[in-house]
């Protein structure tokens, strides 16, 4: 059965490593969007039960904005997702530390439309049921 592993990295001046790290472990293709998490936001925006309806201009301007990034891929079911995590830590570090990302992976009971990489461009042959080269 396929999977889908989705990685949230909280620094993202570090996605492009992790993108290549995941390249080169296989990965043939992949989605990044950006993402904030309610911890952050907390943290960032003081959330209180007493917050004005319409917050000051001042307030809203001086705030920046921090996201992360989400990254995620829909990965065969002999793919090696042990070597992708020790190849997204190498990158970021423990994945236990605080604030260093989250990274899960969820089995994908039907996945249609996926096509392999190939150098080059264009998509390699037609695969069937699960994913599978027919």
Same mark, same amino acid.
């Given at each position: 059965?396929?999977?889908?592993?989705? @990685?949230?990295?909280?620094?993202?001046?570090?996605?492009?490593?992790?993108?290549?790290?995941?390249?080169?472990?296989?990965?043939?293709?992949?989605?990044?969007?950006?993402?904030?998490? @309610?911890? !952050?936001?907390?943290?960032?925006?003081?959330?209180?039960?007493?917050?004005?309806?319409f917050?000051?201009?001042?307030?809203? @301007?001086?705030?920046?904005?921090?996201?992360?990034?989400?990254?995620?891929?829909?990965?065969?079911?002999?793919?090696?997702?042990?070597?992708l995590?020790?190849?997204?830590? !190498?990158?970021? $570090?423990?994945?236990? !530390?605080?604030?260093?990302?989250?990274?899960?992976?969820?089995?994908?009971? !039907?996945?249609?439309?996926?096509?392999?990489?190939?150098a080059? $461009?264009?998509?390699?042959?037609?695969?069937?049921?699960? $994913?599978?080269?027919?």
């Amino acid at each position: 059965m396929p999977q889908l592993v989705s @990685l949230v990295v909280h620094d993202p001046g570090r996605v492009n490593e992790v993108v290549r790290a995941w390249l080169a472990a296989g990965v043939t293709g992949m989605t990044l969007l950006d993402s904030s998490g @309610l911890g !952050r936001h907390a943290r960032e925006h003081d959330l209180r039960d007493d917050l004005p309806l319409f917050p000051s201009l001042r307030k809203v @301007l001086e705030g920046e904005e921090r996201h992360s990034r989400l990254l995620f891929s829909v990965v065969s079911d002999d793919f090696d997702v042990d070597r992708l995590i020790e190849a997204t830590e !190498r990158v970021l $570090g423990s994945l236990d !530390r605080p604030d260093s990302g989250i990274l899960f992976v969820l089995p994908v009971r !039907r996945a249609v439309g996926l096509q392999p990489y190939r150098a080059g $461009g264009g998509a390699a042959a037609p695969r069937g049921p699960e $994913g599978r080269h027919p």
